[in-house]
């Protein structure tokens, strides 16, 4: 990398800055064939742009182009080439991500952008290193994490041990007869020891024994957080609940960027995971619940505006949407947040495909539950309240104003 490094140029210097790796596609896809792809993406996409737009887009592809010919220059060595490339590809992927209002960036690899007057380039000191709020931090320090774990496990080694993992059980089935079952929406009893927003919930955290209390309260699946550096969770809780005889499907709650993550949860024994909109570009998300689908997994797709959830809407074989009304970056929580994407064509797009909608974040009292069941939820996402009760199963209760259990 430091040896494609000429100051003054912009097209190498924005090559080492901007080297954001597209992952939604590093595992499966030789990487020429994500540039053909990318490319064509790129060009779709400057149909729908600003003629503005569409000369910055126009002059990446010219970057592109140029990098891509100094791909021939014998004094360049493998591993920079590589480096071309996911710059090349990171170009695209951060302009797809512009263009679908997803305002997480990806961990700039090397350091902050450069910037630009006449010929000259100037750095600013920590500029662009630090992340804008909690959940890019949390995605930042995500790409590394599961870079070194990468490292320890690839992904071949992960799909061996596909095959002795615990089989899948069926997680929407479960919140669908939940719901039938009781009346009110299905519960997805978060095991949550702590979170950025609220510190440590429970000092006294034994995650096999609210596992139980939750089961025993009537929840009809689980979420585990699996995230050690933000949350205190850990896959190990996760592998431990599903060996504890618990037989409430499990979410495997994580923030997933790579595919590989995908995998892992499955051989922990995950029967669904949770993929973030405001994290992941479109296409991510539908090649990662196609992955899904593959292994037998569902996927819990998280929206929080608008934008986000016309996005996952228009994509095909979604059969779980959350609303969270917690904004992830500011931590700001209003339960009105899932009666406004419910509301008008939305809701009736989603009732036509039978989609389940989860009300996530921020619900604590019955009247709380009746409000979100009142706008055509069908399953809530619960954690802060119920984890913090002496006793699990009684929160439970007195969630719902009345007792859930079988
Ligand atoms: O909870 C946080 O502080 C948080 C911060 C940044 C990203 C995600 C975060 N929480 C994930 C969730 O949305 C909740 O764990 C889940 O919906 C349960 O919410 P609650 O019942 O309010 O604990």
Same mark, same amino acid.
């Given at each position: ?8 140029s912009?097209?190498?210097s924005?090559?080492?800055?901007s080297?954001?790796?597209f ?15 990318l ?7 400057m ?8 000369? &910055?887009i #126009? ?11 100094s791909? &021939? ?8 080439l590589?480096k071309?490339k996911?710059?090349?590809?990171g ?8 263009s679908?209002?997803i ?14 007057? $006449?010929?000259f380039?100037?750095?600013?000191q ?7 709020n @909690?959940?890019?931090?949390?995605i ?6 599961? &870079?070194?774990m ?5 992904l &071949?080694?992960?799909k061996m041990?596909l ?6 059980r ?13 009346g009110?929406?299905?519960l997805?009893?978060?095991? #949550?020891?702590?979170s ?9 955290f ?6 139980k209390?939750y089961?025993k309260?009537g ?15 850990s ?20 923030f ?12 922990k024994?995950a ?13 991510? @998300? ?6 899904c689908?593959?292994i ?5 797709v998280e ?7 016309d ?5 095909e074989?979604?059969e779980?949407? %959350?609303?969270n009304n ?13 009666k406004t994407?419910?509301?008008g064509e939305r ?6 495909? $039978?989609?389940?909608?989860? %009300?996530?974040?921020?619900?604590f009292t019955?009247a709380?539950?009746?409000?979100v069941?009142?706008?055509?939820v ?5 954690g802060?309240s ?16 009345k007792?859930?259990?079988?």
């Amino acid at each position: 990398m430091e040896g494609l490094y000429v100051v003054n140029s912009r097209a190498n210097s924005s090559a080492l800055f901007s080297a954001h790796k597209f992952r939604a596609h590093q595992l499966l896809n030789p990487i020429p064939q994500k540039i053909t792809y990318l490319r064509s993406m790129a060009q779709t996409h400057m149909l729908n742009h600003s003629p503005h737009k569409q000369f &910055s887009i #126009k002059a990446q592809m010219a970057e592109i182009n140029a990098g891509l010919a100094s791909m &021939s220059n014998p004094t360049i060595s493998n591993e920079d080439l590589l480096k071309i490339k996911e710059w090349e590809i990171g170009i695209l992927q951060g302009e797809l991500a512009a263009s679908q209002g997803i305002s997480i960036r990806r961990r700039p690899p090397s350091g902050p952008p450069p910037y630009y007057v $006449g010929p000259f380039e100037f750095h600013l000191q920590n500029e662009g290193k630090t992340p804008c709020n @909690i959940l890019e931090e949390i995605i930042w320090y995500k790409d590394v994490e599961v &870079s070194e774990m990468k490292k320890r496990k690839s992904l &071949s080694m992960l799909k061996m041990l596909l095959d002795n993992a615990p089989p899948a059980r069926d997680f929407v089935g479960a919140l669908k007869a939940a719901n039938l079952r009781t009346g009110v929406p299905g519960l997805i009893a978060e095991v #949550k020891k702590a979170s950025p927003s609220r510190g440590v919930m429970r000092e006294d955290f034994d995650p096999v024994l609210i596992a139980k209390a939750y089961e025993k309260g009537g929840a009809a699946c689980l979420s585990v957080l699996t995230d050690e550096k933000f949350f205190q969770g850990s896959f190990e809780n996760l592998e431990v609940i599903r060996n504890s005889g618990v037989q409430c499907p499990l979410l495997c709650k994580e923030f997933i960027i790579d595919a590989w993550q995908i995998y892992y949860a499955r051989v922990k024994g995950a029967d669904a995971i949770l993929l973030i909109a405001a994290v992941l570009l479109d296409l991510d @998300i539908k090649y990662m619940v196609t992955i899904c689908k593959l292994i037998g997994l569902a996927a819990l797709v998280e929206v929080h505006n608008e934008r986000e959830m016309d996005r996952v809407l228009a994509l095909e074989g979604i059969e779980l949407v %959350g609303i969270n009304n917690r904004d992830l970056g500011t931590f700001k929580v209003d339960i009105s947040n899932t009666k406004t994407l419910l509301e008008g064509e939305r809701g009736e797009r989603i009732r036509e495909r $039978g989609i389940i909608v989860v %009300g996530e974040s921020g619900l604590f009292t019955p009247a709380d539950i009746a409000y979100v069941q009142g706008a055509g939820v069908k399953a809530v996402l619960v954690g802060e309240s119920i984890v913090k009760q002496k006793d699990p199963t009684a929160g439970i209760a007195g969630l719902f104003g009345k007792n859930i259990a079988s």
